[in-house]
């Protein structure tokens, strides 16, 4: 399942957009990301102070009158959560983004799912740990927050937790931490529980020509590992593309196929090493390179390709 995040006030565009009241600009951004496949969009407003405020609800009323859509409320402010929710029209199918493994934090963010039987993510990260750097210590969080969603019977499949995705260019190490991360949390739960990242996280701070390239390899190499959802740049159809030839498990060129085999290595435990390519393809290559860079193989550079 994928979550469209173009519509996020890190852009000062669109914060722009938002604070300013833009509708034009707002149905234009979110047309995109429909046409383009999503039907989940996240509504990302931050902390939503001075001119901000009240930004969820009138989003969420504008595009209840152009769309029919999910969606995902993405604040800091539980005041405007609170107020967004009443505000949808089928809260069962949204989802609050996000609480961490904080008891305080977790228990407001369970109340207002309760309440609505609405979508939870929850990311792997607390204030005392930080964000822990290894898979047994993330689980150990994950354990700490599904025994608080079942204390307050919210349905598993409502819940979905986030392994948490550094940048590879910073920590490149913290990659495949974060795709074992995602295997142990699909192995370890009965019933089981979903996983769901920020695809973007992985390229964050890279250079703009190599970010959707090592998406998409991410992208794949966490499908293999049993990944339910990701939070995607929806403008980048190649990404999207990705996502449906391992859905569909059709390929239609030589690329899909690479992804496709990326994919299947990690679905059966196998190593990347032993897949077949044309090695004068450049970009098949740059596939397997980038594959290589997540999984701590070969070292990252800005000009590894």
Known sequence: MLIGE????????????????????????????IDNGITTIDLNIGPAKGNMQGSLVWLIELLNKNYSLNYSLDTTNIDEMKEGFKALNNPKDAFLNSTSADEEKLNIACEIVSKYEANLIALTMSAQTGIPKTPDE?????????????????NSDKVWIDPLILPVCAAQEQAVVSLDTIRMIKESFDPEVKTIIGLSNISNGCPGELRADINRAFLALALGCGLDGAIVDS????????????????ANNTLDEMYLKLYNAMLNFED?????????????????RCAQILLNREIYSHSFV
């Open 6 to 33: 173009n519509l996020h006030i890190i852009s000062k565009k669109t914060k722009e957009a938002i604070a300013n009241r833009d509708c034009n600009y707002v149905l234009s951004n979110v047309k995109k990301q």
């Open 138 to 154: 993330r689980i150990e969080l994950a354990f700490s927050i599904v025994e608080s969603t079942s204390e307050r019977e919210i």
């Open 235 to 250: 403008f980048d159809t190649k990404v999207l593309e990705v996502y449906n030839v391992i859905k569909t498990k059709k």
């Open 272 to 288: 990347i090493e032993d897949i077949k390519y044309d090695k004068n393809d450049i970009e098949q290559h740059k596939i397997i």
